[in-house]
């Protein structure tokens, strides 16, 4: 059935726990933080057991919507954010490259808890993705998949297939990726990238994008510029026109918040965006300043982070990845090479264990 939250309920959990819910957001660290949200939780129930007997669920109704208030007046009225941070402040960053031994190429990016391991594969073009049609048979040479299984937030589940969300999530760091994707005169190679998220706090998607830029230098793919990402939030007051636009979102933002607003590019320009908006009367001016605060936290992360780790694609590929030759043979010859029911090419293919496209 559903359950409405009584007026009394609201005033009483109000009177008793505001300033309970005060201290709970005074911890800047997130699992401090979610202790002592319990702690007062479990506070409530048990001091409004027998007031409102059988009503606990609007108790607890009441207690959600007074920590959600008291943390978008604190982020509006003082411009401070849940983890102390200033409403531009990116989350401390730390990249490495290389970090599995075996693969072609691979990248974690670290953002605050947030973490992605991508990894890049390299191989002939024949093995590019075909996708069937009703009446068109179309390949993807670049391919991108992301995963987010259940310990990344600290839970235990089944490890399934993608839902949509990590569809979608692997769609939007493909589409970012792609435009600096070389072409496959530049390098015949088919590319899977596949970004594992690791540990999840907001922003994983575009955790992913700085992952796989990482991962594809990593692997000496020449993709034509770096390419990073940053979810901006924002907190807006309905009674007033109290805004604030946040620069790189955690997950308790992204949920208490009205907007969820990814935008990746390079230094030139941006190759992706998504939002996800939960109000109306989202202005000109509030999308001018969450691109312009999103441009300058891209072009630290491009610069200051990613940069000093690997500048630019290496020149070598990985002595695991396969290694492409071409050369052109003439058209009067192509039988020879080919023999009687491709006999030649199948024991060129078998003596020096290639294959030949």
């Given at each position: 059935p559903l359950v409405v939250t009584g007026d009394d309920v609201k005033a009483a959990v109000r009177e008793y726990a505001y300033d309970k819910c005060c201290w709970v957001f005074?911890?800047?660290?997130?699992?401090?933080?979610?202790?002592?949200?319990?702690?007062?939780?479990?506070?409530?129930?048990?001091?409004?057991?027998?007031?409102?007997?059988?009503?606990?669920?609007?108790?607890?109704?009441?207690?959600?919507?007074l920590n959600k208030e008291i943390m978008r007046t604190k982020i509006l009225e003082q411009g401070v954010r849940p983890d102390g941070r200033s409403l531009t402040q990116i989350r401390p960053i730390w990249c490495e490259t290389g970090v599995l031994p075996r693969v072609h190429g691979s990248g974690v990016f670290t953002r605050g808890e947030t973490q992605v391991l991508s990894i890049a594969t390299l191989a002939p073009v024949s093995e590019a993705q075909v996708i069937e049609g009703l009446g068109t048979e179309t390949s993807e040479r670049y391919m991108h998949n992301y995963n987010m299984p259940p310990y990344s937030t600290g839970e235990a589940g089944r490890l399934k297939s993608p839902g949509r969300r990590e569809i979608g999530h692997g769609a939007l760091a493909k589409r970012a990726l792609e435009p600096v994707i070389p072409s496959v005169d530049e390098f015949p190679y088919a590319i899977r990238v596949v970004s594992e998220v690791l540990s999840s706090n907001g922003s994983t998607s575009q955790a992913s994008v700085c992952g796989s830029t990482l991962a594809l230098?990593?692997?000496?793919?020449?993709?034509?510029?770096?390419?990073?990402?940053?979810?901006?939030?924002?907190?807006?007051?309905?009674?007033?026109?109290?805004v604030a636009v946040l620069t790189d979102i955690q997950g308790l933002e992204d949920f208490l918040g009205d907007m969820d607003f990814k935008v990746a590019g390079t230094m030139n320009g941006i190759t992706a965006i998504q939002m996800d908006i939960k109000i109306d009367g989202l202005t000109y001016d509030i999308i001018a300043e969450a691109f312009e605060k999103c441009r300058k936290g891209r072009l630290y992360i491009l610069d200051e982070i990613i940069k000093p780790v690997i500048a630019q694609p290496r020149e070598e590929l990985s002595r695991w990845a396969p290694k492409m030759f071409s050369m052109m043979i003439p058209t009067d010859k192509i039988k020879d090479v080919i023999g009687k029911g491709g006999k030649v090419i199948q024991d060129i293919c078998a003596t020096c264990n290639c294959k030949i496209d």
């Open positions: 005074e911890a800047y660290d997130r699992h401090e933080r979610q202790d002592r949200e319990a702690q007062v939780k479990a506070d409530c129930a048990e001091h409004f057991a027998e007031q409102f007997e059988g009503r606990l669920d609007e108790v607890a109704d009441a207690l959600y919507y230098m990593d692997a000496g793919v020449p993709i034509k510029a770096p390419v990073a990402g940053v979810a901006m939030g924002l907190i807006k007051d309905a009674h007033s026109d109290k």
